[in-house]
């Protein structure tokens, strides 16, 4: 069965550092969202990207965050200047389309680490 | 906003016994989409159940099930003859016709051997 991967597992990061987070979404998927849980707190919606351009953003997703899809299958969040409370479980998410009926498909998480 | 309420942090159940995770939510929106996920400890998000609004019927996958109140915005989800590999974070979403997914704030759950 297709599958969302992301890339690293686990990234450790120095505070002011840049850090990338890699995801690959499921092929035919055309819609990608990214998300945040902090340790021991709730799934939290980031942003969502369609035809590589920003849907939806929400208030975490400041001037530090931006997304890009550099190719036909990588879906990229960027930190620009890490901080301590960055430290997070992010998730990259993607679904065929918009259809409320569409079923959302989230990967398996990279752990950021900020020191 | 939506707002997901998952009033028990924690849970338990003894192997093979019945539990239920309760889940509330707000909304103005009659169409809408709600979703049990499940998070092991390896953080994975894990799709267990989904429910349609405009469906009257309950969703059953399995060994899970929901009970879907919509007029009292509830949605409970039932995990029957319960096994080890259940114990997981159980997070209830909520997803409108937009974008965006409103997650609850998680019940642990333990299955006692």
């Known amino acids: 069965e297709p599958e969302v991967t992301q890339t690293p597992s686990h990234q450790v990061t120095q505070m002011g550092q840049e850090v990338i987070l890699r995801c690959v979404p499921i092929?035919?998927?055309?819609?990608f969202y990214w998300y945040r849980q902090i340790l021991g707190q709730k799934v939290e919606f980031l942003v969502s990207?369609?035809?590589?351009?920003?849907?939806?953003k929400s208030e975490i997703f400041d001037d530090q965050f931006s997304v890009e899809r550099p190719d036909g299958s990588n879906f990229t969040l960027k930190i620009r200047s890490t901080k301590l409370e960055d430290s997070a479980m992010y998730f990259c998410a993607s679904r065929v389309t918009r259809e409320v009926t569409d079923t959302q498909y989230f990967g398996p998480g990279t752990r950021l680490t900020v020191l | 906003a939506q707002t997901v309420t998952q009033s028990q942090p924690e849970m338990s159940v003894q192997e093979a016994e019945t539990v239920t995770l309760s889940c509330t939510y707000d909304t103005s929106e009659s169409d809408y989409y709600l979703f049990w996920y499940k998070q092991p400890p390896s953080r994975q998000m894990i799709l267990v159940i989904r429910?349609?609004?405009?469906?009257?019927q309950n969703a059953t996958e399995n060994r899970f099930s929901v009970n879907f109140q919509k007029a009292a915005k509830s949605f409970s989800l039932k995990i029957s003859d319960s096994q080890l590999g259940d114990a997981a974070m159980y997070f209830c979403a909520y997803r409108s016709t937009g974008n965006q997914f409103y997650f609850g704030t998680g019940t642990s759950l333990t299955v006692i051997p």
């Open positions: 429910q349609e609004a405009y469906k009257q």
């Open positions: 092929s035919n998927h055309l819609y």
């Open positions: 990207f369609y035809n590589n351009e920003i849907s939806e």
